[in-house]
């Protein structure tokens, strides 16, 4: 059964600084990963799809990688900004047309 | 604009009763599904439909219905069995390119649901 997990599960960091975000997934047999955002109380906004041939994708200040091999993925946010205060999630597709979720990090940048 | 649409944006249920749940899209996608997001939790698939007229289970089925009478709709009813619905319900579409790049899942804005 495909697990999907994202740590830290909150992280605070001071404007401008480079982050990293983790999520790892049990079953590497995956069609393609999605990451998100979501605001406190609203819908989620899709950021960036890899699919499961390609190795990153880049949106602006956003880089996410994936290694399926090792049941990784990561999203890089370059000169982070108050703005970018939110929830990231990721969520894996295995072949059928469920998306499975992590948990989410809760992300804040202090101005 | 393209996109989903939820409603109402809260919703308030009482013992016994059954409530509905909008969903509408207008993005022309095959595929639509029915999230359950509570604190601290991921989202949890509650029902997903590939058609019309098609629908299949998901993780947390019980307590809960759904129909697909037309492509851009897709109801979720929250039954009286649902003996916990208090959380925080969010509708998605997408293609159905289930390996490719066009399968990106879109949000609605979400119902929140509180019991009485």
């Known amino acids: 059964k495909q697990e999907v997990t994202q740590i830290p599960a909150a992280l605070s960091v001071p404007e401008g600084e480079n982050l990293v975000l983790n999520c790892s997934f049990t079953?590497?047999?995956?069609?393609?990963l999605q990451w998100f955002r979501q605001d406190p109380g609203k819908g989620l906004t899709s950021l960036l799809l890899?699919?499961?041939?390609?190795r990153e994708q880049t949106s602006g200040r956003l880089n996410a990688s994936l290694d399926k091999s090792s049941g990784r993925s990561t999203l890089y946010i370059a000169a982070s900004q108050p703005g970018d205060s939110a929830t990231y999630l990721c969520a894996v597709t295995s072949g059928t047309y469920k998306y499975i979720f992590g948990t989410g990090t809760r992300l804040k940048v202090l101005a | 604009d393209g996109g989903i649409t939820q409603s109402p944006k809260y919703l308030f249920r009482k013992e016994g009763q059954n409530v509905t749940l909008s969903c509408e899209q207008n993005l022309n996608h095959d595929a639509m599904y029915w999230y359950r997001q509570d604190p601290g939790q991921g989202l949890r698939l509650i029902y997903y439909s590939q058609i019309v007229n098609d629908f299949q289970k998901g993780d947390i089925a019980e307590g809960y219905s759904v129909s697909r009478e037309k492509k851009e709709s897709f109801p979720l009813t929250v039954t009286s069995a649902q003996k916990n619905p208090t959380a925080f319900y969010l509708c998605?579409?997408?293609?159905?390119?289930?390996?490719?790049?066009?399968?990106?899942?879109?949000f609605g804005a979400g119902t929140r649901l509180s019991v009485l």
């Open positions: 890899i699919q499961s041939s390609q």
């Open positions: 998605a579409s997408s293609t159905r390119d289930r390996g490719g790049a066009k399968n990106i899942q879109y």
């Open positions: 079953d590497s047999a995956i069609y393609n």
